[in-house]
């Protein structure tokens, strides 16, 4: 009986542990939030058909730490004169009309005692499906990714595989060739690229 | 059931048998005990109806209780703010009663398995509620490191578990040090008070009158049947409990030592610490048994199994840990005047001079001076006297580590952040209700468990001498050869 | 600086959208922030800030569970069942609906502008984030700035963000619009116009600016009857005549300390409390600084009968009461004739008690003098009469140091405050000869409502009109209140002392319906509101810039000053020999106290009064907080049987005042010191019914009152001061402690004695050959961040802690707090006295986290929240933090802040758009403490990175760095042997603080030298306390 009890008891711990420890991180429970936008906008047609930048939206990306969503203004730079009529452009329509902003849900969020800055990552070369996944292929956007800090540590340990060259960093189908840990200590020469694994470069 | 088969048959001038009594200079049990009346006695105030004044204790020390609850609710709601910590004084009462608690823990396994393993057997009559009050004071000790810090919420950042930060705790912290040895002194204290339990659960199973209390008593005795196979396991089990948790007796307190002594603030910068917190421990462990004991052998007329002897031999105990800590205070100063280091030696001045005087001479005259009284045999053998003598002790201790937190960190180096620390109504009330919870756990201990180890009473009854001659007749305490 | 000041086109849209939904303060609660001036009139948080529910003096202190409280709790508990329903809190995104250009979200951007300050402008630059001004600093073209700011400047961002500034106009205490006075005022102008003004009278604050002076003298020319007054509780009003009556010119003296050897400061804390002190302390520091034992430094006598900054700093420091400066320096004119320096001035017989140190202390001063002509400075007070005005002009002029470190300058477009004229206008209010009344700025029936005169003739006028920020104790008794915009919602320009024009615009649109001090002025002449942007425009097309006008403009605005555009300097001779009418000054000790009224070092006159910030940052001198008190010595203290801290009664002339007493070392005695600008009523929410309102008993036209009587009341106040006073009480045992510890902690030396053993910093204690149990981290690679604090230049000033807590986001807790020492500041100023507990010397000494490269803190953290970088620094990692103290206790510097309580919770939502986005706002029950501002190392490697450029000594500056005005503090890689940081550490001053218990700290001090007169030595090494 005390064998039965002190197993038990042991088995226990342990489920509780990793039951935690699995259910309770970001892994878990934010990998796959897809919230209903108030604009079907799809990244599927935008960035995947019609094939334009990540950039052309997001445009700070490369200059400051957000990557900043775009203005009314940006949509209405092309739907004044493509599709003006939508029924799905109408919340679009009238933000432009009545100059009231847009209220897009922010999908992938980072706690607010940690500093993210874009431009350090773009500019190492990490590009954006590292991150954000395939989001050429999303009908809905959804979060891929756990953004948990082990997460961000285990490429900030070892970025290897995830840097490339500098002109294909918005290229959504990018995939590591054969000789990539070579190229990864070229380019860690080249862009002067060591990653921080002190607190402070993130929290402040 | 027969308590006779577990007595093993061997040559009568085996001297260390441990079912014959050890030489004595006065009987261990007085009264006409027999096994029965041990069982009827014992036994008898676990069945028996619920004493008045145990209820009005009771409803007492759960109000305490209460208070405690109220208290750490709006302690977590609120902050540590509420307490009266500022910027030098980060650690105040909450720190103190964890140290004060956790000493007095120490007298239960003391008693318990050192005493065992030297076969002292006068243990025996307060071995039991001695263990079950160090399993309280941890319970108490416990809460204090818990509720002190800034964000309870994490708390369990403290434990290794792997995590998504990948994170893990400073394993050279004294205070991570802390959680395990007190968390293992805990679990160990608790299995030994539990095996020790069994065969007196056993029995009230066995008398046990309704079928709820059965049930219970049943499941808790694990099946014992008081076997020969049962009683060789436990005999062995019980000495290995016993051997493990002897370290632990020296361990937890000088790791809870070491809190201060690793630390560079003038004052707790020593390496006298580890002994002189043990030594410390263990003198208000027994100071702390002395007064239940003392209630609790009035409040169930248990002075046939709780003698006078008994509490002698503790007061002796105490005065030698009393000493023992009075030369450690001493040691304290001469090492920082012999140091030559400037602020060891104003940490030590200020202590007895600075605005911390009053609490350090209260805590030099309850803990040096009040113990020598027991050099008069008259004296150590009053009960009044004893009985208060044992609570002076008691608050000695408090101050000693009053005085060791709130003087150092109060002064320490640079003179712009000294400042003077007082504490609260809330400090005040924590205090009082880990008191409350203190005497509930040990009322209801007192009212559901048999208090005196009725299993091993028997073992130093003149009847379990296989060569006493008639011992189915009430037998006279046995006098040694 | 990020970046270089930039032209701002147009000013951002008040409270511009959060481009990334981030709330700057705690995007972590999932809250949108709200979006426009109605939105925020609708919240919950702005109604909570209308009514005035704090108890004043005291942050509101959750010691009791309020409704408040209660109630979010249940918020709290919802929101949680909220959480369990759905997976997370949705939070939006909101972007711009049509994106400003030069705004990129989330990165901060600076403008030039200028803090109009009395009649100096200093130049500032102002980080703004998003639209957002969130923090102010010197602006280094500005010749009254030079690159640094004081508290006050930097404080100034907070009145911005006060809660409880007037929000609308009103009208006998009803909410009109700015129309209905336009109206009003129109049918006033017509009733004037006939009559050329006569019965409009208008009072105004002191000003110097191109704009306000043009559309003054416009509404003179087109009033001639109407009367201006110009009046400011505190101004340099008797400076100007005594060089008037020495000199028969209107003149602006300029004092340049960096090119003087010998200073006497004649009751003047030019360094601290001064209309021009960061230019001073600059100038003063770059005389001061040393860099061996071979370099020579300036040398400071000073005058004064309370303890000052100034004072401080002085190598020599003779305490004399206010009043007997006049004799004081009367005795020093005659020495220095004597010397056969020509003072040309009929001396009065003079007598002053001068004992035998006195006489000693003048021949010395004057021998010192008179052997450094024209490399010498003297100057007095503001508070001082006239007459020693103009006798320093006189002396100046004999040492030929007028032109030389002294220039004068005429000012132009000022309007110089005139106790006289006010005084005229009290009586005309009186007479009731006054119709209407406006007043512009300034709070009269505060600082200047002597019996009452001046609200007994407010209400004989028929129109009052005040404009101002609040509804201050004026505004109460006026029948309109018009609210005025904050310098940084408003166009304007300004003028500093040496006539460097520049312009003050705005960093963000108006938050409440005001209107800038420009635009009123033009409104009370025109009658119509005209864009402020216009009337400066103006001025400076007409006036001041000739030729390419847009080009020059575009400069002007991004370099923050007119370059070129300062004064001509003018030599003054001395043209009045008969200073003094009378033919003998009378030794002016009076039976009875003299009591000395100064500006207070948080709250100024009173301006500052419900700025938080200030408020709780401790005096340097008396280390008091949230109070103002009599400051006086032991003797008199003991002559009175005062105790410290009892509430005394003043009383002179029928009035009386309750004063705590406070006792200070180094106070002359019989002379009591009071800070003005306490005891406010209608301040806000921070100064209210904060300290006692020395205006009462201060004499209009004095800041001196004399034959005060004093009467202890046995009552005792409790005082919130962050430096007990151990030693100066019974407390012998402390007090010897610290005489044993001082002379290590603050290492000082006199010059002599520096020159003639350089190395005496490393021989004040032993360090026994130290070692670690630990296997040390090297730190040989990469960047290693240090920090160097010169002591010899440190003022005590308190600019780098208002600087600290303005950029990393620290929270005030309020008196009650202060008081259980819980103050937050990351970096303190630690004051010691020096020698006999009469007439000691006051050192300071500016602690933050030493960043020991052995922390003993580090070790002790069960979780690693403080833990040590690569680079040399001990961060501390909030998110971590489970709030043991254990770090704190085992701090031998004590620099580490816990947070009591959620300090922030109850923070207006106004004043939380004044914190650094950079910087996380931390929580209840975690450590915090100075980061070496780890956000601007961040960045400034980042932007470096970025730009594939390397990063160079001095990139980054840390925040108490870049504002301190005597550049006394040094930050940078001490990895780098030619960074100038790692210079300063060679240095034989330099030296690690408590070094010998091996913690190591990146942070050391240099030395303390006084440059002593060698005729009147002291030795260095003697008891200190403290």
Not at chain 1, 12 to 29: D, E, L, Q, R
Not at chain 3, 470 to 493: I, Y
Request: proline fraction near 6%.
């Amino acid at each position: 009986m005390p064998i039965i009890a002190g197993t038990a008891g042991i088995v226990a711990t342990i489920v509780v542990v990793f039951g935690v420890n699995y259910f309770g991180s970001p892994k878990f429970t934010d990998t796959g939030y897809r919230p209903v936008q108030p604009v079907p906008y799809s990244h599927k047609l935008h960035a995947g058909d019609l094939g334009m930048d990540c950039r052309y939206c997001h445009t700070a990306v490369e200059i400051g730490a957000k990557a900043t969503v775009p203005p009314t203004q940006t949509c209405m730079n092309c739907h004044v004169l493509c599709l003006p009529e939508s029924e799905k452009l109408l919340p679009i329509n009238q933000s432009w009309a009545e100059k009231k902003p847009m209220e897009w849900i922010r999908i992938h969020k980072i706690p607010d005692y940690a500093f993210f800055d874009h431009s350090a990552h773009i500019i190492r070369g990490v590009g954006c499906t590292t991150c954000h996944g395939r989001i050429d292929q999303m009908e809905v956007v959804m979060q891929v990714q756990p953004l948990s800090m082990g997460w961000c540590l285990d490429c900030h340990r070892n970025p290897d595989m995830f840097l490339r060259p500098l002109n294909e960093i918005t290229k959504m189908d990018w995939i590591p060739p054969e000789n990539q840990l070579l190229l990864a200590q070229q380019y860690k020469i080249d862009r002067n690229i060591n990653p921080p694994t002190d607190c402070t470069a993130c929290h402040r | 059931m027969s308590l006779l088969n577990h007595i093993p048959k061997q040559s009568a001038d085996a001297p260390l048998d441990i079912a014959v009594p050890m030489f004595e200079d006065a009987p261990l049990i007085s009264g006409n005990q027999s096994f029965a009346s041990v069982t009827n006695r014992i036994a008898g105030v676990v069945e028996g109806p619920t004493p008045k004044m145990w209820w009005v204790l009771f409803s007492f020390s759960v109000s305490l209780l209460m208070v405690l609850v109220g208290s750490v609710g709006f302690l977590v709601w609120e902050g540590t703010g509420i307490w009266g910590l500022n910027n030098p004084v980060g650690w105040g009462w909450a720190i103190v009663n964890f140290v004060f608690w956790v000493g007095i823990g120490h007298a239960g396994t003391l008693i318990s398995a050192v005493l065992h393993l030297f076969r002292q057997k006068w243990r025996t009559s307060i071995n039991r509620f001695a263990e079950a009050m160090t399993i309280f004071a941890v319970i108490c000790a416990l809460l204090f490191p818990t509720i002190h810090v800034g964000r309870v919420w994490v708390l369990y950042w403290f434990f290794p578990i792997p995590n998504q930060m990948s994170m893990w705790p400073n394993f050279r912290s004294p205070l991570l040090w802390d959680v395990f040895a007190v968390s293992i002194y805990f679990t160990v204290s608790l299995l030994f008070w539990y095996v020790g339990l069994v065969p007196d659960i056993a029995t009230l199973r066995d008398r046990a009158k309704t079928r709820a209390k059965k049930i219970i008593y049943g499941i808790l005795s694990l099946g014992w049947r008081g076997a020969n196979r049962h009683w060789r396991h436990y005999e062995l089990g019980y000495l290995i409990l016993a051997g493990l948790s002897t370290p632990l007796v020296l361990s937890v307190h000088s790791v809870v030592s070491t809190d201060f002594a690793t630390s560079i603030v003038p004052g707790w910068h020593t390496t006298i610490f580890p002994p002189y917190f043990v030594a410390g421990a263990i003198f208000s462990g027994f100071a702390m048994v002395m007064t239940l004991a003392i209630i609790a052998r009035k409040a169930f007329h248990m002075e046939d199994f709780i003698t006078i002897n008994h509490l002698e031999k503790m007061a002796k105990i105490i005065m030698v840990t009393g000493l023992m800590v009075g030369y450690a205070y001493s040691m304290e100063f001469f090492i920082s005047w012999y140091s030559g280091n400037e602020f060891e030696k104003f940490a030590f001045i200020n202590r007895a001079f600075g605005p911390y005087a009053w609490a350090y001479w209260i805590m030099i005259s309850c803990n040096v001076i009040i113990p020598q009284m027991f050099w008069s045999k008259k004296l150590r053998t009053n009960v009044a006297v004893l009985f208060v003598l044992s609570i002076f002790v008691n608050i000695g201790m408090w101050f000693e580590r009053f005085v060791i937190i709130a003087s150092s960190l109060s002064r320490d180096y640079l003179p712009s952040s000294w400042d003077y620390y007082s504490p609260t109504i809330w400090d005040i009330s924590t205090l009082i209700g880990s008191f409350g919870l203190f005497f509930t756990l040990f009322l209801l201990f007192l009212r559901f468990l048999p208090m005196i180890s009725m299993a091993e009473i028997k073992g130093v009854l003149p009847q379990a001498n296989p060569h006493h001659t008639m011992y189915d007749k009430p037998g006279v305490a046995h006098q040694s050869r | 600086m990020s970046d270089k000041p930039k032209p701002m086109k147009f000013p951002p849209k008040a409270f511009q959208l959060d481009p990334d939904g981030e709330n700057l303060i705690d995007s972590a609660h999932g809250k949108s922030y709200w979006r426009s001036y109605d939105q925020l009139a609708n919240s919950p948080e702005f109604q909570t800030f209308l009514e005035n529910e704090f108890p004043p003096g005291t942050m509101d202190l959750p010691n009791k569970l309020s409704r408040k409280k209660f109630l979010s709790l249940m918020g709290a508990s919802i929101a949680l069942a909220g959480l369990t329903a759905c997976r997370r809190p949705v939070e939006k995104i909101i972007p711009y609906v049509n994106a400003p250009e030069e705004i990129i979200p989330g990165v901060s951007k600076n403008y030039a502008s200028t803090m109009p300050f009395g009649t100096n402008a200093l130049g500032i630059v102002v980080e703004t984030h998003e639209g957002r001004p969130t923090k102010i600093e010197g602006n280094p073209l500005h010749s009254s700035s030079m690159g640094s700011a004081n508290a006050f400047m930097q404080a100034s961002i907070l009145n911005l963000y006060d809660p409880d500034r007037s929000q609308a106009p009103s009208r006998k205490g009803y909410e009109v619009r700015w129309e209905d006075f336009t109206a009003f005022w129109n049918e006033q102008l017509t009733a004037f116009d006939a009559v050329a003004g006569e019965g409009l009278s208008l009072l105004s604050s002191a000003f110097a600016s191109p704009t306000l002076f043009r559309l003054k003298t416009e509404f003179l020319s087109k009033f001639p009857k109407a009367t201006w007054t110009v009046f400011d509780p505190v101004s340099d009003e008797r400076i100007y005549q005594g060089i008037e009556l020495a000199s028969r010119q209107k003149l602006q003296p300029v004092h340049h300390f960096e090119s003087a050897a010998i200073v006497l400061s004649l009751d003047s804390d030019f360094l601290f409390l001064d209309s021009n002190n960061v230019a001073n302390s600059r100038r003063f520091s770059q005389a001061r600084r040393i860099m061996s034992e071979k370099d020579s430094m300036n040398r400071l006598y000073a005058v004064e009968s309370g303890f000052t900054v100034t004072g401080a700093m002085a190598d020599h420091r003779l305490k004399v009461p206010s009043a007997q400066i006049m004799n004081f320096t009367i005795e020093l004119a005659k020495e220095l004739q004597n010397l056969g320096i020509p003072v040309e001035v009929d001396l009065p017989t003079s007598s002053l008690t001068v004992g035998r140190d006195h006489i000693t202390w003048i021949k010395a001063l004057a021998v010192d003098l008179a052997t450094h002509k024209s490399k010498s400075i003297v100057l007095a007070g503001y508070r001082q009469p006239a007459e020693v005005h103009a006798l320093v002009f006189a002396i100046n002029d004999a040492l030929r140091n007028n032109g030389k470190t002294i220039t004068c300058y005429h000012p132009e477009h000022t309007a110089n405050s005139s106790v006289t004229e006010y005084q005229k206008l009290v009586d005309d209010l009186g007479k009731g000869s006054v119709k209407t009344l406006v007043i512009l700025g300034g709070n009269p029936a505060y600082t200047a409502n002597e019996n009452g005169e001046f609200l007994k003739g407010l209400n004989r006028v028929e129109h009052t009109i005040h404009f101002t920020d609040r509804e201050n104790e004026t505004a109460q008794n006026c029948e309109w209140h018009l609210p005025v915009s904050h310098f940084m919602e408003s166009w304007g320009d300004a003028v500093s002392f040496d006539g460097t024009l520049s312009v003050i615009q705005p960093m963000i649109a108006p938050l409440f319906d005001s209107h800038s001090l420009t635009e009123i002025y033009s409104l009370l002449s025109t009658g119509e509101l005209t864009p402020g942007f216009d009337l400066v425009q103006s001025t400076w097309r007409e006036k001041l810039i000739s030729g390419n006008f847009e080009q020059v403009w575009h400069h002007v605005l991004h370099d923050g000053v007119f370059s070129g555009s300062n004064y001509q300097a003018v030599r003054p001779a001395l043209k009045n020999k008969n200073i003094f009418t009378k033919s003998e000054i009378s030794e002016q000790n009076l039976p009875g106290l003299e009591c000395v009224f100064i500006p207070s070092s948080s709250l100024w006159d009173g301006e500052f009064s419900n700025n938080s910030w200030l408020m709780e940052n401790p005096d340097p001198v008396t280390k008091v907080a949230w109070d103002n008190v009599a400051v006086m010595s032991h003797s008199t203290a003991a002559k009175y049987h005062l105790k410290n801290k009892e509430i005394a009664k003043f009383t002179a002339d029928g009035k009386s005042i309750s004063c705590p007493v406070w006792i200070l070392p180094g106070q002359a005695d019989s002379t009591v010191t009071f800070s003005l600008g306490y005891g406010r009523t209608a301040s806000g929410r921070i100064g209210n019914k904060v300290g006692v309102n020395a205006y009462k008993f201060k004499p209009l036209d004095s800041d001196i009152r004399q034959g005060v009587r004093v009467t202890g009341t046995g009552r005792f106040q409790i005082i919130a001061c962050t430096q007990d006073h151990h030693g100066l009480d019974a407390d012998k045992l402390a007090a010897d402690a610290i005489h044993k510890r001082l002379p290590a902690i603050l290492r000082e030396a006199s010059l002599d004695e520096y020159r003639l053993n350089p190395g005496f910093v490393k021989e004040v204690v032993e360090e026994p050959d130290l070692f670690s149990l630990w296997k040390d981290k090297s730190y040989d690679k990469g960047f290693q961040w240090g920090m160097s604090v010169d002591l010899n230049v440190c003022t005590g000033c308190n600019a780098c802690s208002i600087a600290c807590q303005s950029e990393n986001n620290i929270p005030v807790v309020g008196k009650d707090q202060v008081e259980r020492g819980r103050e937050m500041a990351w970096i303190r100023l630690d004051r010691y006295f020096s020698g006999d507990l009469e007439d000691p010397e006051m050192v300071f000494q500016p602690i933050a986290c030493q960043h020991c490269e052995m922390a003993p803190c580090e070790q002790v953290c069960p979780v690693t929240a403080t833990v040590h970088t690569d680079e040399g620094l001990n961060a501390m990692v909030y998110n971590r933090c489970v709030g043991t103290r254990y770090c704190a206790n085992n701090c031998p510097y004590k620099v580490r802040r816990y947070n009591f309580y959620n300090f922030t919770k109850d923070l207006p939502e106004i004043v939380k758009i004044a914190q650094n986005p950079d910087v996380t706002v931390r929580f209840r029950g975690v450590m915090e403490k100075c980061t070496f501002c780890v956000q601007r190392i961040n960045q400034e490697k980042l932007r470096a990175k970025n730009n594939h450029q390397d990063l160079k000594d001095g990139d980054i500056v840390t925040a108490c760095q870049q504002t301190c005005p005597t550049d006394a503090i040094v930050f940078g890689n001490i990895n780098d042997p030619d960074s100038r940081i790692s210079k300063l550490k060679k240095q034989n001053r330099d030296y690690a603080l408590l070094g010998e218990l091996n913690v190591r700290p990146r942070t050391t001090y240099m030395a303390k030298i006084r440059n002593q007169n060698s005729a009147l030595n002291k030795n260095h090494f003697e008891k200190h306390i403290q």
